[in-house]
């Protein structure tokens, strides 16, 4: 601490930074490692695990990534035919009106199918009858009742008592927005075995690929295609010297680039904290390549800005002078517990272990004001919502309130958990996306469900409590 106190005053005195734009020690290539040109002079570095299977028809592989790419630069999506592969999967209708007022109120009323809550806790998931459902999300002040067109005659009232003012008439609400959504869906279950799956992992603030070890090496063994970039400044990745470099458009531009380079037909992104906002936004502009998303502690469904009142507007010098501190802060609210094993997945995981400046620009950068709740209720892809308990960083409310928001979401707690989930209970987590990755709707059971509840009405959570990893 002593060093790190010496060396932030010596970048005061002289005005130039320490360690700040240089990556980590790369990786060699053979060991599962690709280097990445986004841009000229932008180098990501990718850990692609492709299965064995593959290798056997590299040809075939070829053509469908060409192909794919292709699709991408011309239309932005492929049809849904093409995206289905060789699992012809479920239609589902995706029918929603997304109504916003001028008073900040937001409605959403469903009008296909909606998928039943409870989809994790067995192996086919149902299907509900279409329905309209109108959801007020915003917080805005009740007013009152238009007055009965059809009024009771008045009683009487004795002497001495004054006659009740009438309620005021209620104006009549202009919406401000209005988005509608028709669309079919089709979703299948993602199993190893198909060669058009791909798994893509994003890490949030600080971290790098490596938070992704367990997760990288469970579905790879599975027989998975698994896909983790380190973000600009992150891991063994270029750091410009330039904070322009670290905005969300930035980054998401750079990921944009990994997508189109390595995404198959169907694809599953997989996002934790700031890295959601990214998944969100690839899933929103390639939605026929976007098959499932996995949202873990991403937060609630609100527009990106950053604070002016964070300890991150602080210079560079003094955020280096407090990365001791900063590193014990974090340790302590990303983990449910700060024992010897925390403390060595934190140094393993190149968790927080960035250079001041790209810490200050990460947050700085986090501006996207498009990303508000229109822009997720828009989405019709499945989303799981992963929740550590123990999280500190993002409350429950947050991703309750994305569950409400999103179409086709299922909110599932790890009480065990904190916000590196992923990390404390690895086994709980791979088992969880692995029965969203296999899961796949059930419509048999869609005439048959009268009595359910609309997962608008009611959202259930399901509390797993489990151990952390052994």
């Not at 109504?99 to 989809?119: A, F, K, P």
């Not at 999300?137 to 009771?152: C, H, T």
């Not at 088992?431 to 899961?439: P, Q, S």
Request: net charge negative.
């Amino acid at each position: 601490m002593l060093t790190s106190i010496t060396d932030g005053i010596l970048c005061c005195l002289t005005g130039k930074t320490t360690n700040l734009v240089l990556p980590l020690e790369s990786s060699e290539p053979s060991d599962g490692f690709e280097f990445v040109e986004v841009k000229p002079g932008r180098v990501l570095r990718v850990r692609h695990i492709k299965p064995e299977r593959q290798h056997i028809d590299t040809e075939k592989q070829d053509a469908q990534k060409n192909k794919t790419n292709a699709d991408c630069d011309v239309n932005g999506d492929t049809s849904l035919e093409d995206s289905i592969g060789d699992d012809a999967g479920t239609s589902v209708h995706c029918k929603r009106k997304i109504t916003v007022y001028r008073n900040g109120q937001l409605v959403i009323e469903n009008l296909g199918d909606v998928l039943h809550s409870e989809i994790l806790q067995c192996q086919d998931g149902d299907l509900e009858p279409c329905s309209t459902v109108e959801v007020e999300l915003a917080d805005y002040k009740e007013m009152p009742s238009s007055p009965d067109p059809n009024p009771v005659p008045s009683v009487p009232l004795p002497s001495g008592e004054q006659k009740p003012a009438p309620p005021p008439r209620r104006r009549r609400r202009k919406p401000k927005r209005t988005v509608f959504i028709d669309s079919t869906r089709v979703v299948s279950s993602c199993k190893g075995t198909h060669s058009d799956v791909a798994l893509f992992f994003v890490h949030g603030v600080g971290g790098s690929l490596d938070i992704w070890s367990s997760q990288l090496d469970f579905f790879s063994r599975l027989g998975y295609e698994v896909i983790a970039p380190d973000l600009a400044g992150h891991g063994a990745s270029t750091a410009p010297q330039i904070a322009a470099a670290y905005t969300f458009y930035a980054l998401a531009e750079d990921l944009r680039a990994i997508f189109k380079r390595y995404a198959r037909k169907r694809n599953i992104l997989i996002g934790h904290s700031y890295g959601v906002s990214f998944c969100t936004f690839l899933a929103h502009e390639y939605p026929d390549l976007v098959h499932k998303v996995v949202m873990i502690n991403g937060g609630g469904p609100t527009a990106l800005e950053p604070s002016l009142c964070s300890i991150f507007q602080l210079p560079s010098c003094v955020l280096h002078c407090l990365s001791p501190c900063l590193a014990w802060s974090f340790l302590k609210a990303g983990f449910a517990r700060q024992g010897a094993k925390e403390k060595q997945l934190l140094k393993q995981g190149n968790a927080f272990n960035v250079s001041p400046f790209v810490l200050r620009a990460m947050m700085s950068g986090q501006y996207w004001p498009e990303g508000d709740e229109v822009y997720h209720a828009e989405l019709t892809v499945p989303i799981l919502l992963v929740h550590g308990m123990c999280d500190k960083f993002v409350p429950m409310e947050e991703d309750q309130r994305m569950a409400e928001i999103l179409l086709f979401a299922f909110l599932k707690v790890i009480e065990e958990g904190s916000h590196m989930v992923m990390m404390e209970c690895p086994d709980t987590v791979n088992t969880l996306l692995h029965e969203f990755f296999l899961w796949e709707p059930d419509m048999s059971k869609k005439g048959e469900a009268e009595n359910t509840v609309s997962v608008c009405d009611t959202f259930n959570t399901l509390k797993i409590k489990k151990p952390v990893d052994k």
